[in-house]
């Protein structure tokens, strides 16, 4: 029992859990590495990605009717391009986006009833992409 805890949780699966929940009870300060201990067996595991609590970008009012708005924050100096795209995937409009504001209001008058994406880029980097809903 007090070596199961230093097996790959992979491998060991809830034997390895339970016995690492265990012997907590005795040595709470006791940390395991699960990326080398499964590597040891063979076992790699993916990278996870920190994903931020905070939206980068908003669109609102959603559904819109005769406008709406992106708010955003672009990193440093460098301007944004904002990108439109109806239901197949087809660009629409592109306006650029200034890194000192941080709303862009555009219309929606011309555009019909429907579902349309929004890609917002700084640089060649994808900072976010949302969906519009268009009701009139």
């Given at each position: 029992?007090i070596?199961k805890?230093t097996?790959?949780?992979?491998s060991?699966?809830?034997?390895?859990?339970t016995?690492?929940?265990l012997?907590?009870?005795?040595?709470p300060?006791?940390?395991?590495?699960?990326?080398?201990l499964?590597?040891l067996?063979?076992?790699?595991?993916?990278q996870t990605?920190?994903?931020s609590a905070k939206?980068k970008?908003?669109l609102?009012p959603?559904?819109?009717?005769?406008s709406?708005?992106?708010?955003?924050?672009?990193?440093?100096?460098?301007?944004?391009?904002?990108?439109?795209?109806?239901?197949?995937?087809q660009?629409?409009?592109r306006h650029?986006?200034?890194a000192e504001?941080?709303?862009?209001?555009?219309?929606?008058?011309?555009?019909?009833?429907?579902v349309?994406?929004?890609?917002?880029?700084?640089?060649?980097?994808?900072?976010?992409?949302?969906k519009?809903?268009?009701i009139?």
């Amino acid at each position: 029992m007090i070596s199961k805890p230093t097996n790959a949780p992979m491998s060991g699966g809830n034997y390895v859990i339970t016995a690492r929940a265990l012997y907590a009870l005795v040595n709470p300060s006791k940390h395991y590495n699960d990326r080398e201990l499964c590597l040891l067996d063979g076992i790699q595991l993916k990278q996870t990605q920190q994903i931020s609590a905070k939206p980068k970008c908003r669109l609102f009012p959603n559904p819109a009717n005769e406008s709406a708005t992106l708010s955003y924050q672009l990193g440093g100096d460098a301007t944004g391009v904002l990108t439109l795209f109806n239901h197949v995937g087809q660009e629409i409009a592109r306006h650029e986006l200034n890194a000192e504001e941080t709303s862009f209001k555009f219309s929606t008058i011309n555009m019909v009833p429907g579902v349309y994406y929004l890609k917002i880029r700084q640089n060649s980097e994808i900072i976010d992409n949302l969906k519009l809903v268009i009701i009139r």
